[in-house]
Protein backbone atom coordinates (compact mmCIF):
# COMPACT_ATOMS: atom_id res chain seq x y z
CA UNK A 1 0.00 0.00 0.00
CA UNK A 2 2.96 2.20 1.06
CA UNK A 3 4.33 1.89 -2.88
CA UNK A 4 1.34 3.38 -4.22
CA UNK A 5 1.31 6.33 -2.26
CA UNK A 6 4.74 6.81 -2.83
CA UNK A 7 4.16 6.67 -6.81
CA UNK A 8 0.94 9.25 -6.68
CA UNK A 9 3.36 11.73 -4.54
CA UNK A 10 6.23 11.16 -7.25
CA UNK A 11 3.02 12.01 -9.97
CA UNK A 12 2.06 15.37 -7.89
CA UNK A 13 6.14 16.21 -7.49
CA UNK A 14 7.59 18.24 -10.39
CA UNK A 15 10.08 16.44 -12.14
CA UNK A 16 14.02 17.91 -12.17
CA UNK A 17 16.38 16.94 -14.09
CA UNK A 18 18.49 13.86 -12.59
CA UNK A 19 22.46 13.47 -13.25
CA UNK A 20 22.39 9.67 -14.48
CA UNK A 21 23.54 6.73 -11.92
CA UNK A 22 25.79 5.53 -14.50
CA UNK A 23 27.94 7.99 -16.31
CA UNK A 24 29.06 4.99 -18.50
CA UNK A 25 25.41 4.56 -19.88
CA UNK A 26 24.88 8.29 -20.36
CA UNK A 27 28.07 7.95 -22.93
CA UNK A 28 25.99 4.79 -24.38
CA UNK A 29 28.62 2.63 -22.92
CA UNK A 30 26.86 -0.38 -21.62
CA UNK A 31 27.79 -3.63 -20.82
CA UNK A 32 25.64 -6.56 -22.33
CA UNK A 33 25.13 -7.49 -18.29
CA UNK A 34 23.53 -4.36 -17.66
CA UNK A 35 21.25 -4.27 -20.46
CA UNK A 36 19.31 -7.77 -19.59
CA UNK A 37 19.99 -7.33 -15.74
CA UNK A 38 16.01 -6.78 -14.47
CA UNK A 39 15.11 -3.45 -13.15
CA UNK A 40 13.85 -4.76 -9.94
CA UNK A 41 16.22 -6.84 -7.88
CA UNK A 42 15.47 -10.62 -7.27
CA UNK A 43 12.60 -10.29 -9.41
CA UNK A 44 14.47 -11.59 -12.22
CA UNK A 45 11.82 -14.65 -12.21
CA UNK A 46 8.62 -12.47 -12.30
CA UNK A 47 7.72 -12.36 -16.07
CA UNK A 48 6.52 -8.09 -16.35
CA UNK A 49 2.99 -8.94 -17.38
CA UNK A 50 2.50 -11.83 -14.80
CA UNK A 51 3.12 -8.51 -12.31
CA UNK A 52 0.69 -6.83 -14.21
CA UNK A 53 -1.97 -8.76 -14.76
CA UNK A 54 -1.57 -9.80 -10.59
CA UNK A 55 -1.52 -5.59 -9.93
CA UNK A 56 -4.69 -5.31 -12.47
CA UNK A 57 -6.91 -7.92 -10.62
CA UNK A 58 -6.23 -6.49 -7.53
CA UNK A 59 -7.85 -3.18 -8.49
CA UNK A 60 -11.20 -5.42 -9.63
CA UNK A 61 -14.40 -5.24 -7.25
CA UNK A 62 -15.62 -8.55 -7.34
CA UNK A 63 -19.22 -8.99 -7.38
CA UNK A 64 -20.53 -10.34 -3.74
CA UNK A 65 -22.00 -14.33 -3.75
CA UNK A 66 -25.91 -12.73 -4.15
CA UNK A 67 -24.88 -10.28 -7.05
CA UNK A 68 -23.00 -13.76 -8.82
CA UNK A 69 -26.12 -15.87 -7.86
CA UNK A 70 -29.07 -13.57 -9.16
CA UNK A 71 -27.35 -12.74 -12.31
CA UNK A 72 -27.02 -16.67 -13.01
CA UNK A 73 -30.85 -16.85 -12.32
CA UNK A 74 -31.16 -14.13 -14.70
CA UNK A 75 -29.18 -15.41 -17.67
CA UNK A 76 -30.55 -19.16 -16.95
CA UNK A 77 -34.53 -17.63 -17.75
CA UNK A 78 -33.58 -15.14 -20.73
CA UNK A 79 -31.89 -18.44 -22.01
CA UNK A 80 -35.14 -20.60 -21.45
CA UNK A 81 -37.12 -17.79 -22.55
CA UNK A 82 -34.88 -17.20 -26.06
CA UNK A 83 -34.58 -21.14 -26.45
CA UNK A 84 -38.72 -21.18 -25.99
CA UNK A 85 -39.61 -18.40 -28.13
CA UNK A 86 -36.73 -19.85 -31.13
CA UNK A 87 -38.70 -23.46 -30.80
CA UNK A 88 -42.20 -21.70 -31.47
CA UNK A 89 -41.10 -19.92 -34.03
CA UNK A 90 -38.94 -22.94 -35.77
CA UNK A 91 -42.13 -25.32 -35.22
CA UNK A 92 -44.19 -22.68 -37.15
CA UNK A 93 -42.23 -22.38 -39.94
CA UNK A 94 -41.71 -26.52 -39.86
CA UNK A 95 -45.51 -26.16 -40.03
CA UNK A 96 -45.96 -23.93 -42.77
CA UNK A 97 -43.58 -25.66 -45.43
CA UNK A 98 -45.33 -29.14 -44.51
CA UNK A 99 -48.94 -27.49 -44.91
CA UNK A 100 -47.62 -25.56 -48.23
CA UNK A 101 -44.70 -26.40 -50.19
CA UNK A 102 -44.89 -30.09 -49.27
CA UNK A 103 -48.55 -30.43 -49.38
CA UNK A 104 -49.61 -34.20 -51.37
Known amino acids: ?28 RTSTAA ?22 LRKVVWPSRYDVWHLTVVVVIITIITGAVLGAIDMGFAQLIDHTLLRN
Open 35 to 56: RTAPAVRGAWYKPRWAMDIISE
Open 1 to 28: MANRAVRRQQLKEPKTEKAPRNPARALG
